[in-house]
């Protein structure tokens, strides 16, 4: 179990953390070993964040596009 | 509420004035609902990107995949499940047998009907975000309200 995981448990017995419904079926989850966590994905910082945005904005209707393609002929 | 958010409505989230963008985005910013995608959601929605991005936008195309993993991190908008494969595949064979839904979109209902109810509190309702039709009418078959 990794260190994310184990902090996780640790705070959901924290009972402010406890009234929090995406971190008390993240520690069920956890539990059920079907959390998955990339260890490949770093913490972005906010400009990088703001330029994924503004790319999407760009370029997502083709993203768009071509996942309801895919979904219309069946892929 | 606990639900299964799907590749469709994660990509409209980050739209600004596509059908159905606005009502995305409220769905993963909702604190009362914890939100769950598969795997395939990462390697789905970033083949999307890759071919769209071809023509000459490696920098866009770098851009919106760091978007998307910062929204799969455990810190993100939406967690990550897995579960047992072979239990997995046995469902979505059983769903794209019963009702004709392509591969991905029977695993990701078959990963949802598996997973979902794990997490739910007693009574608790449990979602399925899609905005493809098919798919949300077997969710919805299956126990899932719409989202």
């Known amino acids: 179990m990794n260190a994310w995981v184990t902090d996780l448990l640790d705070v959901t017995v924290d009972a402010d953390v406890a009234e929090d419904r995406q971190a008390r079926a993240d520690a069920k989850a956890a539990a059920l070993g079907m959390l998955v966590v990339y260890d490949d994905i770093p913490e972005y910082d906010e400009e990088t964040l703001r330029r994924g945005e503004e790319a999407w904005r760009e370029l997502g209707p083709e993203v768009l596009r071509i996942l309801n393609e895919d979904r219309s002929t069946g892929l | ?147």
Not at chain 2, 65 to 87: C, H, K, Q, S
Request: glycine residues 8%; aromatic residues 4%; without cysteine.
């Open chain 2, 1 to 147: 509420m606990i639900a299964y958010v799907d590749s469709s409505l994660i990509v409209r989230a980050y739209l600004e004035d596509e059908d159905g963008s606005i009502a995305a985005q409220r769905v993963l910013a909702d604190p009362s609902i914890a939100k769950y995608t598969g795997r395939w959601t990462r390697i789905e929605v970033s083949g999307a990107i890759v071919r769209a991005a071809r023509a000459g936008r490696p920098v866009l195309r770098d851009d919106m995949l760091t978007r998307l993993d910062a929204d799969l991190r455990p810190a993100g908008r939406i967690r990550v499940l897995a579960g047992d494969d072979a239990e997995i595949e046995a469902r979505a064979l059983a769903i794209a047998r019963d009702h004709g839904l392509r591969a991905l979109d029977a695993l990701h209902v078959a990963l949802a009907s598996i997973a979902i109810p794990k997490l739910a509190d007693k009574g608790e309702p449990i979602g399925f975000a899609s905005r493809d039709g098919d798919q949300a009418t077997v969710a919805e078959s299956l126990g899932f309200a719409a989202v």
